[in-house]
C-alpha cells in the first residue's frame, strides 16, 4: 500500500471511530427525552462558545503584545547609542551615561525615564544633551516593564540608583534633575532627598509629584506638558500645583502628546499629536538646556558641592 493510501485509510478509520463516538452520545441523549432539535441547538450553542472563547484568548493576547511592544524603542538611531562625534558612550544594567568629551565640570543632567518605557527611547534627546556639552546619566528601573519598577520598592531602588550615580559622577558639576511621566515622581523625590546636590528639576509629561511636596526646594522648576497628551494632561496637573514651589514655569508644547516625549510607541489612551515626534523632541530638548546653560549655574558649576 502506497504510503498516501496508509494516511487515507488510518484517517478514514479516526473519522469513523470519531463519529461513532458522537453517534452514541446523540443517541444516549435522545433515549433521555432529548429531542433531535434541543440536540442540534445545543451543539450550535457549544460551537459558538467555543469561537467565542478563542476570540477572546486571541484578542487578549494581541491586546498584551500591542501593550509591552507600545514601550519599546522605535526610530532609535543606532549612531546615538555608540560612542562617536565626541560624546562617549555608556550602557550597563544600571545606568546610560553620555559623556561629552569636553564637558568636565559643565552641568549635568540626572534623566529618569518613565515606569515601564525602553531606556534606550530617550537615547536621541540625550544624546544631543551630551553634543552641547553636558554630561547626562539616564538611571534605569530595576525592571524593565516589572511591576517591580513600578510599585514603592522600585521606585526607593531608582532613587537609589540615581544618588550612587550622582555621587559617582566625576568633576564637580551641578546637576538638573529631570523625569518623564513616572519618571517625574522619582525625580521630584530625589530633589527632596538631595536638594542641596542639585540645581534644578525638570518634570516631563507627569502629574507629579501628587503624594509629596517639594514646595520648598530652592532650586528653578519646570513643568513641560504637551497639550494633546492623553495620560498627564494639564487638567490631571494643576490640581497638584500646590506640591510645587510657587515659582514653577509651566511651558506648553502645543501639539504634544505624551508618547513623542520619546521615541517609543503609540501609549494607549494618549492623545493624538498634531506636531512630529521631531518637532516636539526639539521643543523638549530647547527646555533642558536652557537652566542648563543658565549663567549663573555655569558660574557655579566649578565650585566644589556641599
Do not use: C
Not at 106 to 115: E, K, Q, S, V
Not at 293 to 302: D, T, Y
Request: hydrophobic share 45%; no cysteine.
Amino acid at each position: 500500500m502506497a504510503d498516501g493510501e496508509e494516511i487515507g485509510v488510518v484517517s478514514e478509520a479516526r473519522r469513523r471511530r470519531h463519529s461513532g463516538v458522537y453517534a452514541e452520545e446523540a443517541q444516549r441523549a435522545i433515549d433521555s427525552g432529548v429531542t433531535v432539535h434541543q440536540l442540534m441547538a445545543a451543539s450550535r450553542r457549544s460551537r459558538t462558545w467555543r469561537v467565542i472563547r478563542i476570540v477572546w484568548v486571541t484578542a487578549g493576547l494581541v491586546f498584551m503584545l500591542y501593550l509591552v511592544l507600545s514601550y519599546f524603542a522605535w526610530g532609535v538611531d543606532e549612531r546615538v547609542l555608540r560612542s562617536g562625534g565626541g560624546v562617549e558612550v555608556a550602557d550597563d544594567a544600571r545606568s546610560m551615561r553620555f559623556t561629552p568629551a569636553d564637558g568636565e565640570g559643565r552641568p549635568g543632567l540626572i534623566f529618569i525615564p518613565g515606569g515601564m518605557v525602553d531606556p534606550r527611547a530617550y537615547a536621541p534627546l540625550l544624546h544631543g544633551i551630551a553634543s552641547a556639552g553636558h554630561p547626562v546619566i539616564l538611571v534605569k528601573h530595576p525592571h524593565l516593564g516589572g511591576r517591580h519598577a513600578m510599585g514603592e520598592d522600585g521606585r526607593r531602588e531608582t532613587v537609589a540608583r540615581a544618588l550612587i550615580a550622582l555621587e559617582a559622577a566625576p568633576g564637580e558639576a551641578r546637576w538638573i534633575v529631570a523625569g518623564h511621566s513616572l519618571g517625574g515622581a522619582i525625580a521630584a523625590r530625589l530633589a527632596r532627598t538631595r536638594p542641596a546636590r542639585m540645581a534644578g528639576l525638570v518634570l516631563l509629561g507627569t502629574t507629579h509629584p501628587r503624594d509629596f511636596s517639594i514646595a520648598d526646594f530652592p532650586h528653578p522648576v519646570i513643568k513641560v506638558y504637551g497639550t494633546r497628551d492623553g495620560i498627564a494632561p494639564l487638567a490631571k496637573s494643576k490640581p497638584n500645583a500646590h506640591n510645587l514651589p510657587p515659582s514653577t514655569r509651566w511651558i506648553a508644547i502645543e501639539g504634544g502628546n505624551h508618547s513623542q516625549f520619546g521615541y517609543y510607541g503609540f501609549q494607549l489612551l494618549d492623545g493624538r499629536a498634531r506636531i512630529s515626534r521631531e518637532e516636539q523632541q526639539r521643543q523638549i530638548l530647547e527646555v533642558l538646556l536652557e537652566p542648563l546653560e543658565a549663567p549663573w549655574l555655569q558660574a557655579g558649576a566649578a565650585r566644589a558641592l556641599p
